[in-house]
């Protein structure tokens, strides 16, 4: 069994951060992509930022230069500073992970609430 654990997220004005952390646990083998999503309501889970295990990175056009995600190897932890926040970053954001050949194993966090105040 594969665990996600999410950390992070809260309330906070508009222009301030937060950083999230999400700590994978159990049998892990060979994990591929870490990242992010996040999913407002009544909207589409749309993917914020992932991280390849060989460092690359992608971001969505809305975060690009506000957010940056981060990996830790070693811990099997992924990790979002979001500056700058809008209250349109207001959403539940979810960790993902991609591990094995072809991306043949998927897990998903319980998600963490993000509030931004205008």
């Known amino acids: 069994q594969v665990q996600l654990v999410e950390s992070g997220g809260g309330l906070v004005q508009a222009g301030g951060s937060l950083r999230l952390s999400c700590a994978a646990s159990?049998?892990?083998?060979?994990?591929?992509?870490m990242g992010w999503y996040r999913q407002a309501p009544g909207k589409q889970r749309e993917l914020v930022a992932a991280a390849t295990s060989g460092g690359r990175t992608n971001y969505a056009d809305s975060v690009k230069g506000r957010f940056t995600i981060s990996r830790d190897n070693a811990k099997n932890t992924v990790y979002l500073q979001m500056n700058s926040l809008k209250p349109e970053d207001t959403a539940v954001y979810y960790c993902n992970l991609l591990a094995g050949d072809y991306d043949r194993y998927n897990y998903w966090g319980q998600g963490t609430q993000v509030t931004v105040s205008s």
């Open positions: 159990g049998r892990l083998f060979r994990i591929n992509t």
